[in-house]
């Protein structure tokens, strides 16, 4: 199992290799980072000084060992904007993102979980057809309008809750929801497949014909199971929650890091982008790796090569 | 010589194609008839494919007309409101109703454009990487993983603000971004395929690679690869709307539904109605491509289980 865990964290390395190689050429070579590091009322002496500071002028090669280099021991440099290292302030957003995505994933649990199951066990009946539509339009709503329309109708109309900004709980419901509604549409659909797979099975039928109630087989024979395949989709689906951050952060003002990339990118802050890209990768491939390693140990059968 | 080549062979596609369901367009158009929700999805659909087109015949402001003297007008039926402008008017006075007809024009070019480059991308990908093997498979797939590693919107967002906003760079940043889901299934589907007997018949009467994948595995794997761009038109709908949202999409005097949503966002407190109608059209045409995706694949693609069974 060690041998196992050590193997997939060495995995790590050649994928933020190249998000490292991504993140370079997106910033250097596609774009001009001395145009979009100065005003455009610059003169061109002002231009050539930041090319030598920032080693624009050596070979491509050179530069991309250079931000490895400073990479590696988490120097992004500074931005420009806040004045600060662009890591620190990174780093300094993520407790609210991290707030807003656990909230989300609450809100999409609570909401996927008896969805799914009662459609799996009702299947075929009016209610699964209406579970199914609204999992349906829950896909097809782009989270921010609907995130626009809870302040439509939360905020101004019934003026409960408030509009934007990060404080108590109450400020926390409306984003989170928002960002857990489009996860907890596809965890519905899957829950329901994974169920009635698992509700075809051998060993459901002898639970049931020993006697054992409705409700039993339902919730400890069938649920536990049909929840394996459920946790390693999820951590896929955990990219695109992040993702999902930069606009819902940024409808409802909150004080994340995908707010501060979308200021940083719209303002070409590129050491935040940078940094923040960064994180952001590291922060999906350990995930990925410690679902697949959880997964693993949940379900037995599995083995570790 | 090449007429040899043709005759059908025990074992290969030919043979196999007799024993296939009957397609063609008489086939496709009965099941549509008896599927509920894939007609409800190709009305809609279609609808928003004629409201495109026939965008100048059905409006009589141009879309990106500012008028301060009309700023915020409530629709027609609300106090206030005028049959001239029956969906109202946004912030600069601009008609609701023209900015949502034309909307539609960017909202399918894009969905679709997109989703033909990162088809194009993905299938010359995933055929190489699925036939070949080896190290080229490992490298595309290890680019694929880090791809992966960043959202998608992260990526398109970042790459948007070095190229600069336009309908055509949307098309192409979209597309390229996009392209691991596309390379997967292709791959998946190459590895099984090319382990057939047909492909290993053929290559056992000397057809080359090229001949191999292209007369042998592209035409096998062409249905799943349709179902897998219909499945995405939705999605990179959404993304052109995000994207727009966020300030990086299109730019003026085109018109994005999403953009109009970013509008409509600073003014909800007092003229909900230019947030609500763009997100309107949004959700109903996305409703419409996941309809007429979901059909899709329920008619070519038999082995993944139906949403309805």
Redesign the interface.
């Known amino acids: 199992m060690g041998k196992y865990v050590l193997k997939s964290l060495l995995q790590i390395i050649?994928?933020?290799f190249?998000?490292s190689?991504?993140v370079f050429i997106?910033?250097r070579v596609?774009?001009d980072p001395v145009a979009?590091m100065l005003p455009e009322t610059a003169t061109a002496e002002d231009r050539a000084v930041l090319t030598q500071a920032l080693g624009l002028d050596q070979p491509l090669y050179t530069q991309y060992v250079k931000f490895l280099g400073s990479a590696l021991q988490g120097d992004f440099g500074q931005s420009f904007r806040y004045n600060q290292p662009a890591l620190e302030l990174v780093l300094e957003r993520l407790p609210a993102s991290f707030e807003l995505a656990v909230a989300a994933m609450f809100f999409a649990v609570l909401m996927a979980v008896p969805l799914g199951v009662i459609s799996a066990v009702k299947r075929?009946t009016f209610t699964d057809?209406i579970i199914?539509g609204i999992s349906?339009?829950g896909?097809?709503?782009?989270n921010?309008?609907?995130g626009?329309?809870l302040?439509?109708l939360f905020s101004?109309m019934l003026g409960v809750l408030p509009?934007s900004g990060r404080g108590g709980l109450s400020h926390l419901i409306l984003p989170a929801f928002t960002l857990g509604v489009g996860l907890a549409a596809q965890m519905t659909?899957l829950i329901r497949?994974s169920m009635l797979e698992i509700l075809n099975q051998d060993y459901i039928r002898t639970a049931r014909s020993k006697g054992l109630g409705r409700m039993v087989v339902i919730v400890k024979h069938a649920f536990r199971n049909g929840l394996i395949p459920v946790v390693t989709i999820m951590s896929l689906q955990f990219?695109?929650l992040?993702?999902?951050t930069?606009?819902t952060e940024?409808?409802f003002s909150w004080p994340g890091l995908g707010q501060l990339?979308?200021v940083a990118?719209?303002t070409?802050d590129m050491a935040i982008?940078q940094a923040a890209?960064f994180v952001?990768?590291v922060i999906?491939?350990v995930t990925?790796i410690l679902t697949d390693v959880a997964y693993r140990l949940l379900d037995p059968r599995i083995k570790y090569d | 010589m090449t007429g040899s080549n043709e005759m059908p062979i025990p074992g290969t596609e030919q043979e196999q194609d007799n024993g296939r369901a009957p397609t063609g367009f008489r086939y496709i158009w009965q099941q549509l008839i008896i599927s509920k929700t894939g007609m409800f999805g190709a009305v809609l659909v279609l609808l928003v494919v004629l409201i495109a087109i026939g965008a100048p015949l059905l409006t009589s402001h141009d879309p990106a007309a500012v008028n301060p003297l009309n700023r915020l007008k409530p629709p027609a039926w609300l106090e206030g409101g005028t049959a001239e402008y029956w969906l109202g008017t946004d912030n600069l006075g601009r008609d609701m109703w023209s900015r949502i007809v034309y909307g539609a024009r960017v909202s399918l070019i894009v969905g679709m454009g997109a989703v033909i480059v990162s088809g194009i991308i993905g299938a010359i990908l995933g055929l190489v990487s699925g036939f070949y093997g080896k190290w080229v498979d490992a490298v595309i797939m290890r680019v694929g993983d880090a791809f992966m590693a960043i959202p998608t919107i992260l990526f398109m967002l970042v790459v948007m603000a070095i190229v600069g906003p336009g309908i055509t760079t949307l098309i192409f940043v979209i597309g390229v971004t996009n392209w691991v889901p596309f390379t997967r299934v292709v791959r998946s589907e190459v590895l099984s395929i090319k382990e057939r007997d047909f492909v290993h018949a053929a290559r056992s009467i000397g057809a080359k690679n090229g001949r191999l994948i292209l007369k042998h595995i592209l035409p096998n794997i062409l249905s799943s690869f349709i179902v897998i761009c219909g499945m995405n038109v939705g999605t990179t709908i959404i993304m052109e709307a995000s994207l727009s949202f966020l300030g990086l999409g299109i730019k003026p005097p085109d018109v994005s539904w999403g953009g109009m949503l970013s509008d409509g966002r600073q003014y909800v407190a007092t003229s909900w109605w230019v947030a609500t109608f763009p997100g309107l059209a949004i959700t109903f045409t996305v409703l419409g491509v996941i309809f007429l995706g979901d059909w899709l694949r329920d008619v070519l693609d038999p082995r993944t289980e139906t949403t309805q069974k």
Do not use: D, Q, Y
Request: aromatic share 4%.
């Open positions: 050649p994928v933020l190249i998000v190689l991504i997106l910033v596609t774009g979009l075929n057809l199914s349906v339009i896909k097809a709503m782009p921010f309008w609907m626009i329309m302040i439509l101004v509009v659909r497949s990219t695109s992040i993702g999902g930069l606009i940024t409808v990339l979308v990118v719209n070409h982008v890209v952001i990768a999906v491939v990925n």
